[in-house]
Nanobody, 117 residues
Framework: QVQLVESGGGLVQPGGSLRLSCAAS????????MSWYRQAPGKERELVAA????????NYADSVKGRFTISRDNAKNRVYMQMNSLKPEDTAVYYC??????????WGQGTQVIVSS
């Protein structure tokens, strides 16, 4: 069955770094655009970063440009997000999403990131 499993979240001090990982299985990973979303308490889920199926195109939320980097390894069926210079406002549950066309969309269960001193 389709699975997206995020890992790498945790508690980090402001200015610190984390690397999130999302392991995919049950579908042809290389066909899917991958993205990271986040949802903070009391807020709507928002797009953080996205990458095309080939890895050629990327897109970032203005709030994370220059600090976060999305990458993927199609041989390992994984997508990553390197998060640097973390701020308290980056605190959220982070989700990965796989999407192919308009019909196929899968979500992971999320990983918590807390940025606090």
């Amino acid at each position: 069955q389709v699975q997206l499993v995020e890992s790498g979240g945790g508690l980090v001090q402001p200015g610190g770094s984390l690397r999130l990982s999302c392991a995919a299985s049950g579908f042809t990973f290389s066909n899917y655009a991958m993205s990271w979303y986040r949802q903070a308490p009391g807020k709507e889920r928002e797009l953080v970063a996205a990458m095309s199926s080939t890895g050629v195109s990327t897109n970032y939320a203005d709030s994370v440009k220059g600090r976060f980097t999305i990458s993927r390894d199609n041989a390992k069926n994984r997508v990553y997000m390197q998060m640097n210079s973390l701020k308290p406002e980056d605190t959220a549950v982070y989700y990965c999403k796989a999407k192919w066309g308009y019909l196929y969309e899968y979500w992971g269960q999320g990983t918590q990131v807390i940025v606090s001193s």
